[in-house]
T-cell receptor, first 115, second 114 residues
Framework: AQTVTQSQPEMSVQEAETVTLSCTYDTSENNYYLFWYKQPPSRQMILVIRQEAYKQQNATENRFSVNFQKAAKSFSLKISDSQLGDTAMYFCAFMKPNTGNQFYFGTGTSLTVIP | DSGVTQTPKHLITATGQRVTLRCSPRSGDLSVYWYQQSLDQGLQFLIQYYNGEERAKGNILERFSAQQFPDLHSELNLSSLELGDSALYFC?????????????FGEGSWLTVV
């Protein structure tokens, strides 16, 4: 079974600063997808960013970018210019295709942006 | 708006009762997933359906059951409810293909058992 590990239960960052959330995963697959989801206090699950394992280029979405290290099985999320609205729980997720699209989630990192 | 619709949004019921949570996936999505999230907890995978058939089962209690209908909507049935079943229940859906196999979540159904 695949496992996803988020080793930082809680983090904080000053507004306008940069923060990096860690995620590691364990798999023997070569083709898979990785995701970061954000869950603000409203509890809605929002897709932040997605990375295909076959792509060497790191995905970027505005202030959000990832550092994908395939050999190390690491998938960290960098948030630049942190904003108060970034305060949320962040979940890392892994999916391997062609197996019914099973998704595996980490336990989450609670991020607080301090004004 | 993710396109995944869940009803009801909020539900309060007594212990021992039975409830049904309903989910309509995004148009074209064949996979439906159910997750449970208790207060200050992570996501617990319950069950997944693909085009009407059960595809994967997680930590789903025997008191819980689910199904996916021919029109692809899904229902999660929770019976003999206990206080510990109070949680936010998410439905999610995904499509296989060029979309990148992303999973999209509904807004959840808040269940409170009293």
């Amino acid at each position: 079974a695949q496992t996803v590990t988020q080793s930082q239960p809680e983090m904080s960052v000053q507004e306008a600063e940069t923060v990096t959330l860690s995620c590691t995963y364990d798999t023997s697959e070569n083709n898979y997808y990785l995701f970061w989801y954000k869950q603000p206090p409203s509890r809605q699950m929002i897709l932040v960013i997605r990375q295909e394992a076959y792509k060497q280029q790191n995905a970027t979405e505005n202030r959000f970018s990832v550092n994908f290290q395939k050999a190390a099985k690491s998938f960290s999320l960098k948030i630049s210019d942190s904003q108060l609205g970034d305060t949320a729980m962040y979940f890392c997720a892994f999916m391997k295709p062609n197996t019914g699209n099973q998704f595996y989630f980490g336990t989450g990192t609670s991020l607080t942006v301090i004004p | 708006d993710s396109g995944v619709t869940q009803t009801p949004k909020h539900l309060i019921t007594a212990t021992g009762q039975r409830v049904t949570l309903r989910c309509s996936p995004r148009s074209g999505d064949l996979s439906v997933y159910w997750y449970q999230q208790s207060l200050d907890q992570g996501l617990q995978f319950l069950i997944q359906y693909y085009n009407g058939e059960e595809r994967a089962k997680g930590n789903i209690l025997e008191r819980f059951s689910a199904q996916q209908f021919p029109d692809l909507h899904s229902e999660l049935n929770l019976s003999s409810l206990e206080l510990g079943d109070s949680a936010l229940y998410f439905c999610a859906s995904s499509v296989v293909g060029a979309d990148g196999n992303t999973i999209y979540f509904g807004e959840g159904s808040w269940l409170t058992v009293v």
